[in-house]
């Protein structure tokens, strides 16, 4: 009892990546209040985290720079203008940054990131990827379209912004192993899902696991314990996934 316990408490190997959308009163289940996110930035301040960029943690991996005591890399799904209005400049009094995770050709509709909000966000430290350009879901597509979603994407976000976009998250988190070939091609660094655990680029870098954070019901509580959680996947998975 007391070994599992000591395994309980140690680290996962990996690094928690947080997956919100919205931040707003809307009563979305992928929309948190700013009251709720602002106590998820001061929590993780105060329990030591430092935010960093999918491109530091893989830069961790080449070697090239080692990362940070308790790192925790925030991630933003779709651009909602929100991420720019209201959860960036929480994030900046708790000295946290964001990878958002843009639909391009959604980019200046409303209720979404405009190409000014986003350089905005990107000269604050924001690291921009893609969430491809219509989001739907890849596994469904044929080969051609599914290229199309891709490299359009990449290409729209890195016209406008002048820089290299290395990371895609997944539509509906839905992959397969024609996507991920795919997301090779289109010369992503890696890719983000939806399945649950801490973000490894030990493993599959194009299989990166996060952290789900909906609406909670259960305030701070549901939070914490979803990074536990995430901690027990990281330890299980070894063990029943190999």
Not at 87 to 114: D, H, N, R, S, W
Request: net charge neutral.
């Amino acid at each position: 009892m007391l070994l599992f316990v000591f395994w309980l408490l140690a680290p996962g190997a990996g690094v928690p990546l947080l997956a919100y959308h919205q931040v707003s009163s809307v009563p979305e289940v992928y929309s948190i209040d700013p009251d709720q996110f602002e106590e998820h930035m001061r929590y993780l301040s105060s329990h030591g985290y430092t935010a960093i960029s999918l491109a530091e943690l893989f830069a961790s991996k080449n070697g090239v720079q080692p990362l940070p005591p308790n790192p925790v890399i925030i991630t933003f799904d779709d651009g909602y203008a929100d991420n720019c209005l209201t959860a960036l400049p929480i994030m900046e009094k708790y000295g946290m940054k964001a990878t958002v995770f843009v639909i391009a050709g959604q980019v200046g509709q409303p209720e979404y990131l405009t190409w000014d909000q986003i350089r905005f966000m990107q000269a604050k430290g924001i690291e921009i990827g893609s969430h491809t350009y219509s989001h739907i879901a890849l596994s469904d597509l044929d080969q051609p379209k599914l290229m199309d979603e891709l490299t359009r994407s990449k290409q729209v976000i890195e016209t406008n912004l002048g820089k290299p976009v290395d990371f895609l998250a997944y539509p509906f988190g839905q992959y397969n192993a024609n996507t991920i070939t795919g997301v090779k091609q289109a010369g992503y660094v890696g890719a983000c899902t939806g399945l649950p655990g801490l973000g490894t680029t030990k493993d599959d870098a194009y299989q990166l696991k996060r952290v789900n954070i909906p609406r909670p019901k259960y305030g701070l509580w549901e939070f914490r314990l979803r990074l536990l959680r995430a901690q027990i996947y990281a330890m299980l998975s070894p063990v029943f996934f190999k």
